[in-house]
């Protein structure tokens, strides 16, 4: 049924023309005997496009479609959309106008991505109103072409790419975009005073396995529709891809931070020993430590600069992070940790002197497990890249128990998007990590870098008031040794190495005072 304006239970009033599906006077959907179609009966087209909703019908569809062979659609190989450039996908925009809840009291509105470029995939979005689903069907006059390629305006795709949030984020008045949902099961968010870096997804298969990566799609969308007033919005995706299925929840709350509860339910098609729960994706081209390497006129370019992981015994890791010559995977043991993330703690303009791209700005984002995840490890991939386009940094929560074929696994989880983690502690706190060659010789020194080294009886005066110890597993440590830097007030450690016949080292320096560790635990992987 095609309508002209939106029901003011359903989106917004608008001028142009948007496809929504309708079933019976009373909105409940039926199958041929007259009973509520479930995700476990087989459900036509048309009953598919409006449905009763719930979480736990979200559950029956994704088990069942765990028990069928895996189908992916995707765009006809024949079709236009896919000869659209970067450039010529630029050229396509959603018409405002057309903005769902627009014309409604409501703190959240929705565009719509068009398919093609990258995005081959078609996804389904559907609106939940009152426990009822009703897709949002495909349609192009929601979209602006510019002439050049008005001849996309006649492909059929089947479905959008994709779909992003806007919300009064920065100031009252004001909707601005906070979240994407856009491309296999990758999505990204940020917070109030941040821009868009790094990105997340909604599993990790097979990252940096000689068998070659496994990216699930998120290909359906449930959007409920918020409250008046409402400060938060949920968001329901069924995954799918050749090993596993999935029914993801996101409660959704922006703010300072945005904050995104996740609850996830999967059910694998087959074994999975290599995967990775609550996947962060990153950029880090260079900074201090690389920056020889780069014949550019910035100080550093990284969407983050290191990962951090608050143990379950409370000690806090930082690991700065390395765009290698080759690839690397570094793994981090633990049982249940309270938390990790990809943070982004530069924050000076000087830091990158980038005035477009404004790295200084951009978000971290901290994982917090809800329950108990078990045993398992942080696992941080690097892949070496020669430019910013592209994420080369990969981080996840690999647990040691497999997830078996027919059997369901679920776990939650909280994430902080935001310009810090949320424990994150204000002494001791790793703000810079710098390496050059000693002036008198081959040796390599670090030069590490610890937040308000004030508070440090005796810093200023006892060169012995804190302790350096550093570890290394391979070469040996010449030196290691500290100061209050009086400029900034960082108490820094100085660490010589000598590695000369070396080609990679694991490094660990801890500080401590009367024998009890101060501030965070430095740990480093060095390469020639």
């Known amino acids: 049924m095609v309508i002209d304006l939106f029901p003011r239970d359903w989106g917004t009033a608008i001028p142009i023309t948007l496809l929504l599906s309708f079933a019976t006077p009373a909105f409940a959907q039926t199958n041929e005997a007259g009973n509520l179609a479930t995700a476990a009966q087989p459900v036509t087209e048309a009953e598919r496009v409006t449905h009763a909703f719930s979480r736990s019908w979200l559950l029956e569809r994704a088990q069942a479609l765990s028990g069928q062979e895996f189908d992916l659609q995707v765009i006809d190989q024949n079709s236009r959309l896919n000869e659209l450039g970067y450039d010529d996908y630029r ?52 979209f602006r072409y510019d002439d050049d390629i008005a001849d996309v305006r006649n492909e059929d795709a089947q479905g959008y790419s994709g779909f992003r949030v806007y919300h009064p984020i920065n100031v009252p008045d004001r909707f601005e975009e906070f979240l994407v949902f856009q491309g296999a099961s ?76 996740v609850e996830a339910t999967l059910f694998p098609r087959q074994d999975l020993t290599h995967f990775g729960f609550a996947p962060l994706t990153s950029m880090f081209l260079f900074d201090p430590t690389n920056r020889s390497r780069f014949d550019d006129y910035r100080n550093s370019v990284h969407d983050s600069d290191g990962l951090q992981i608050m143990m379950n015994n409370g000690e806090q890791i930082w690991r700065p992070l390395a765009n290698p010559q080759r690839l690397q995977v570094s793994s981090f043991q633990s049982s249940s940790p309270k938390g990790f993330g990809l943070m982004q703690r530069h924050r000076s303009f000087e830091d990158f002197n980038d005035s477009e791209a404004r790295y200084d700005r951009r978000t971290s984002l901290w994982i917090e497990p809800q329950g108990d995840w078990g045993s398992g490890h942080v696992e941080l991939v690097e892949i070496p890249t020669a430019q910013e386009v592209h994420d080369n940094i990969v981080a996840y929560w690999q647990p040691d128990a497999p997830l078996l074929a027919d059997s369901s696994h679920t776990f939650q989880y909280r994430m902080h998007w935001g310009p810090a983690a949320p424990y994150e502690v204000n002494d001791g706190k790793i703000v810079d990590t710098r390496k050059g060659k000693a002036m008198d010789g081959d040796d390599v020194v670090f030069v590490i870098d610890y937040s308000n080294g004030r508070s440090i009886p005796g810093a200023a005066t006892d060169p012995e008031a804190v302790e350096v110890r550093a570890e290394t597993s391979a070469g ?9 830097v009086e400029a900034t007030g960082n108490y820094r450690a100085y660490v010589r190495l000598n590695l000369a016949r070396e080609d990679l080292a694991e490094l660990r320096v801890t500080l401590h005072i009367d024998d009890e560790q101060w501030g965070e635990t430095w740990i480093y992987r060095w390469t020639r």
């Open 91 to 142: 050229r396509i925009s959603f018409d405002p106008y057309a903005a769902i809840w627009a014309r409604q009291d409501r703190n959240f509105t929705i565009d719509l991505f068009h398919p093609g470029f990258l995005y081959t995939t078609p996804v389904t979005i559907n609106l939940v109103v009152g426990g009822i689903s009703r897709r949002v069907l495909y349609n192009t006059d929601i």
């Open 186 to 261: 990758y999505f990204r968010s940020t917070a109030k005073d941040q821009f868009y870096g790094l990105s997340a997804r909604g599993l990790a298969i097979n990252t940096a396995r000689p068998q070659g990566e496994e990216f699930p799609y998120f290909t359906d969308f449930w959007i409920e529709r918020p409250e008046v007033g409402a400060d938060r919005i949920v968001v329901h995706a069924l995954l799918n891809s050749p090993s596993v299925t999935g029914a993801y929840s996101f409660e959704i709350n922006p703010g300072d931070s945005t904050v995104i509860d």
């Open 476 to 484: 040996t440590v010449v030196a290691a040794n500290g100061v209050l």
